[in-house]
């Protein structure tokens, strides 16, 4: 759990967004990495 709020924290630093903003970017990369593991496709139609 506190990893996972450290990831929040540095992202959010790191692109000045709320931590909200940066959970959902993070969310978003965890998508998109799983997607591309599992070999379909990753688009966002």
């Known amino acids: 759990m506190l990893k996972a709020f450290e ?3 540095a992202i959010s630093k790191e ?9 959902y970017m993070l969310a978003i990369k ?3 990495t799983a997607a591309k593991l599992r070999g ?6």
């Open 7 to 9: 990831e929040v924290v």
């Open 15 to 23: 692109n000045n967004v709320s931590l909200r903003i940066a959970s």
């Open 30 to 32: 965890r998508i998109t």
């Open 40 to 45: 379909g496709p990753v688009s966002m139609d």
